[in-house]
C-alpha cells in the first residue's frame, strides 16, 4: 500500500531562512546565508535535497531579506529537481514561530504533518525516520534532538524514555542533559492554533505549552549534527559532513595529488604540483591552486586563487579571493568576496570585509575593514 | 711611515645582550653579510696606506681566536696577532698593558677601533686629518664622530666641538641631560705620546690602592679610555674631533646584527658586487650574499638583505628575507624566513614562517640610530624584535615562530609569539 509514501509525496516544508546571517559575516555580506556553500553545494540545498529525497514536494522558505536575489538563484536549481520552492516573505521579523503562522494557507491546508527546519542545520538528515517516529506517537509534536558536547551553549531538552518532552531549559548553568533542540521538527496543522501573526519566539512561547499538554515528542538523532551559521562551526562542519561522505559515497572524495584525509575537489579546480590538500578541505569550481600549497581544513569558495607556497589552516576564502604566495593564514580566518591578500602575508584569526586588499600581517585575530 | 691598528674586544662577560648568538661564539666573529664582525674592521685597516699590523685585544682565551686569526693573516697578507688580557682590563687597560707590543718597529700612529661597532669606516680619510690638523698642536689623540639625534645622544658618549680647530672641547659619557648632538663612534688614531697619559693615570691608581687599606684588588689595572683618558684631554687641545657623515652604527644586538648586515651588504655592492649573489635561479632581489658552499633551490626567492652562510641547505619555494642563515643551516620546502638570524645547523620543517620585527632607527628623524630597547617592555612582555634561532635548533614544519628567542639546541614542537624559549 502507498499509503505512507503518498503521505510523504504531500507533505511540506517550512525552511526558517530568516535574516542577515550576521554570525556568518563576512561572506554574509556578499551573499544571503543559505546560498553560501557548504562543502560544494549552497547550505539550503542541503536540506532542499534531502526533502526531496524524502517525498517533499513543496517547500516554503521564510525569509525576511534579500528574497529576491535567493528566489532568482535559486529558481533554477529546484526546476531542475522539480521542488516547488515558495517564498514567504516576512515584512518584520516574525520570530521563530510567526513565519508559521505567514505560512499557514500553505502548511495546514491538508491534515498531513508539515516539517520545519532552521536553515543553519546540516546532518544526515532523517526525514523518513522522523515522519515515521511521528505517526507512532500520534501527538502534535516531533522535535529532533541531538547529542552535544558542551550543552549548556544552548536550550536543554529533557524528555522521558519514551520520548515525551518533559520541559526545556535554556543555557542550564549545571548539568541537565547533554540532549539538545537540533532545529528539526515536525507539527500536525493543529499546531496553528497556538501561533499568531506576530514576532514570537517557537521555544519560548509555544514549546513549553505543547510539553506540558505531553503534545511534544523528542526524535534521537543519529549521525552527526553542526549548526553551521558561524565560521568555527562551518568549519568544523564540514569535517563532519565529510566523514560521512567518506563512509557513503567515497568516490565523491579527491583522490588526486596530495590528498590527505577527506576533502571534496570541484573538477573545474585547478591544483598545482607538490601541493597537499586535506583534511577536511573543500575546493569551488574554478579555484586556482597554485605549487606548493598546503590546505587543511578550509573551505575555499568559487574562483579564488591561493598562489604558491602558502599555508592555510582552518579558514573560509571567499570568492574570487586572491591569497599571494608564502601566505599563512591560520584559526578561522575569514576571507569576505574578492578579496586580496599580499604575498608573505600572516593573518591570525582575522575577519576581512569584502573587496579588501591586506598588505600588513594581522598577527592577533582582528576585523579589518 | 708605519701605522697599525689595534681592534679591541672584549670577552664573555661583556656582550650579554648578544645573547644567545655569542653563547656558543665569541660575538666578534659572528657573520654579517656573510663575513665576521670584525673582519669587515679588518678590511678597513687594510685599506690604509702604511699599515703594518692589526692587534686584536681582548678577553677571549686564544683557542677561540687562533683559528679566525690565522684565516686573517692568510687572506689579507698582512701581521695580525691576537693578544689575550689576562684579565678584564677595562677599555684602555689593556692598550697600556700591551704598550711595547704596540710601540716595536715604532708606529707613527695607531689607529683604535671597537669591536662592537659597525660603519663605512673612513679610516684614510681620518689619518689624513689626524696628520695634517694634529701636526701644529701636536694632537695626542682624535676621535671619530657623528651625529646623532637629541634623545638618542644621551645612551652614547657625548662630545663638543670646537669648530674654528676642530678640537675637543668637552667630553661625558652617557650623560643625563642633553650635551651634545655629536656621538663617540668608538673609533681613533692615537699618537704613541698617548702612553704617557696612560702611564701617569696607571701610577697614581697603583699609588692609591697601596695607600688605601684593604684596597680591592679587582680592576686594579683597569683603564677606562673614556672617562681616565678623554676626557681629561677635552679642553687642552690634544684631543681632535673628525665627524663623519658616512654610515655607523653599535652593534650591540642581534637585531643591530640584521641592521649591519643590510648596510654591509648595501657597501659590498659599491666596492665588492664580486660578493653579491646575482642569478635568474634563485630569485635575488637586492643585495644578497651566499657562500659559495651553500646549496639554494633555484625556485628560492631571496633577499632583499639576506646573507647564506657555508653549506646551507636551501630549500623548494622558499623565502628568505632580511635575514641572516648561519653556516649548515637547512631551511626546507616552501617556508618563509624574515627578520631573523638562523643559528648555525639549525633547522625549519616545511610550510613554517618565522619572522621577526626590524629595530630600524626612525625614518622621519635625520641621524637617527637603532632602537636600542629593553628585552621587556613595562609590563613585562617581551619586545617584538628580530626572531633569533640560537645554533643547533630545530623547528618543525606547518609552526610559526615569531618575535621570539631560542636557545641553543632546542626542539621546538609547536608554534610561539613572542617567547624566549629556553
Redesign the interface.
Known sequence: MGGKDVKLGTMKALILVGGYGTRLRPLTLSRPKPLVEFANKPMLMHQIEALLEAGVTQVVLAVSYRAEQMESELRAETDKLGITLIFSHETEPLGTAGPLALAKDILACGDEPFFVLNSDVICDFPFKEMVDFHKAHGKEGTIVVTKVEEPSKYGVVVYSDQGRIEKFVEKPTEFVSNKINAGMYIFNPSIMKRIELRPMSIEKEVFPCMANEAELFAYELQGFWMDVGQPKDFITGTSLYLKSVREKNPSMLYTGPGAVGNSLVDPTAVIGA?CRIGPNVTIGPGVVIE??V?VKRCTILRDATIK??S?L?SCIVGWKCVVG??V?L?NVTVLGEDVIVKD?I?INGGKVLPHKAISD?V?EPQIIM | MLVKAVILIGGNQKGTRFRPLSLDLPKPLFAVAGFPIIQHHIEACVQIPFLKEIIILGYYAVSEMSQFVLDMVQLYKINIRYLQEFEPLGTAGGLYHFRDQIRCGNPDFFFVLNGDVCADFPLTEMLEFHKTHGEKQKAIVTLMATEATRQQSLIYGCIVENKENNTLEHYVEKPSTFISTLINCGVYIFSPEVFHQMANVFNKKQMDFYNVENGSSIEREALYLEKEILMPLAGTGKALVYQTIKWWSQLKTPGAAIYANRHYLNLFRERRPERLAKSVQPTIIGDVYIHATANVHPTAVLGPNVSIGAHATIGYGTRIKESIVLAHSRILDHSLVLYSIIGANSEIGCWTRVEGTPCDPNPDKPFAKMENAPLFNEEGKLNPSITILGNNVTIPSEVIVRNSIVLPHKELTRSYNNEIIL
Open positions: 607538490n605549487d606548493g598546503c604558491s607556497h599555508w589552516d604566495r608564502w599563512r591560520e608573505e600572516y600581517s598577527p
